[in-house]
């Protein structure tokens, strides 16, 4: 064991996998500053401003809106813990690692799970939910907004009314979605919406922000069990963070003052501009990604902007790549789990990271490696078919 232990000294990585992002040097800035008592009335101040935040990004005016202390995960066990109670049947839409989570959640719960598979890579269809929802009563209805594991971007409209149709809770996962595109709460009748800082937030990793409906806060209320975790238990959660300040467990304190501030810059830039903002580099990325001769994997029409995915053509090894990439530029890419593990590489251009530099600079540097590999590519066509995609967006 060594007597001694040199400063941390990370070396600096362009992360552009599917999380974590690069983070504003404001929010590190604001990790920084000093630390408060979590029942300090300076820092229920804080604690205001943050729900508040968060009320904007979520678009919604539900009361039972705060930061869970944990990651995105965290934020999964919350919202399906919460509202389920052994023997509820619950729906869980699966179209990726993400949906195969929010299943053994489920059965963890006690609930009877009812399945709805989608081929990875594809959406969920209304018709496949009504079908389901036509051959019995279920509690609550859970579903991937943003697959991370497959890049797609599932809509939600019809499903939702047909949710509703039958008297159901809408659980959705924005993880991967909120702040990178939109997430309209209130306006989408969605019941309880749960996200994680490290996307498109561009915070660390350590919150989940989530928010329940006043019908969601109804089936809450009338719980005949206590919730089966102690700590995400949100009854007593929100007397925290509501009036009474009741004590529940220590928050995350500079977490806490991180999300207020990576909050306060997407206040800043509006969401709607944000939204635009990733949608843009989003197309010129798929662009130069596709002048490479590189296939999307996520269905046409349903690619998520924050998350692109595309297949790892044929003779080319997936992990010398992406090694390749971390060792010489710097930059981190991610791969694929579960069934398309080695077949897709998982892009990110989440919040601070989703940014035209960034398209170009990882363009070339792919370019650059695929072309080290003896992968056929035409030097400078990728950052001038991204390029064609801004000035067409200028003009």
């Not at 806060?217 to 007397?239: C, F, G, H, N, P």
């Not at 500079?254 to 997407?266: F, G, H, K, Q, T």
């Not at 692109?308 to 930059?331: C, F, H, K, S």
Request: charged share 20%; hydrophobic share 40%; net charge neutral.
């Amino acid at each position: 064991m060594s007597n001694t232990y040199r400063d941390l000294n990370p070396p600096e990585r362009l992360l552009l996998g599917p999380g974590p992002s690069n983070v504003d040097p404001r929010v590190l800035r604001a990790m920084s500053t000093p630390l408060l008592g979590h029942l300090d009335p300076e820092f229920l101040k804080i604690m205001d401003e943050t729900k508040q935040l968060l009320q904007y990004t979520f678009q919604t005016n539900n009361y039972l809106t705060l930061p869970v202390s944990g990651t995105g995960s965290a934020g999964m066990e919350t919202a399906l813990c919460n509202v389920i109670e052994p023997g509820d049947r619950v729906v869980v839409c699966v179209s990726g690692v993400f949906g195969e989570r929010m299943c053994d959640i489920v059965e963890r719960c006690g609930g009877e799970l009812i399945r709805i598979d989608a081929e990875w890579g594809h959406i969920i269809t209304p018709e496949q939910v009504e079908a389901v929802l036509r051959k019995s009563a279920v509690k609550v209805v859970a579903i991937v907004h943003a697959e991370t594991s497959t890049g797609v971007l599932q809509p939600l409209g019809d499903i939702e009314r047909l949710v509703h149709e039958h008297g159901a809770l809408f659980l959705v996962d924005t993880v991967t979605s909120l702040g990178g595109c939109p997430v309209k709460v209130d306006e989408w009748k969605l019941d309880v919406v749960y996200s994680g800082t490290q996307k498109c937030l561009s915070c660390p990793p350590g919150l989940a922000p989530i928010t329940f409906s006043p019908r969601a806060e109804q089936v809450l209320d009338a719980r005949k069990r206590k919730v089966q975790s102690w700590y995400l238990d949100m009854t007593m959660i929100r007397r925290y963070w509501g009036q009474e300040r009741f004590y529940h467990h220590t928050a995350p304190i500079s977490m806490c003052y991180a999300l207020r501030e990576a909050l306060r810059i997407i206040y800043e830039e509006g969401l709607e501009a944000r939204w635009q903002r990733h949608a843009l580099n989003h197309r010129a990325l798929m662009a130069g990604l596709q002048a490479m001769g590189l296939k999307p994997f996520a269905q046409e029409g349903y690619w998520l902007p924050s998350l692109n995915a595309v297949r790892v053509p044929d003779g080319i090894q997936d992990m010398r790549v992406r090694g390749r990439l971390l060792q010489e530029y710097g930059i981190e890419i991610g791969g694929g789990l579960g069934k398309v593990k080695g077949q897709i590489w998982r892009i990110g251009l989440m919040g601070y990271n989703s940014t035209r530099k960034t398209v170009m600079v990882f363009l070339s540097a792919l370019e650059a490696v695929l072309r080290g590999e003896g992968y056929p590519v035409r030097p400078g066509e990728a950052v001038a078919a991204a390029e064609q995609v801004y000035r067409t967006a200028s003009s």
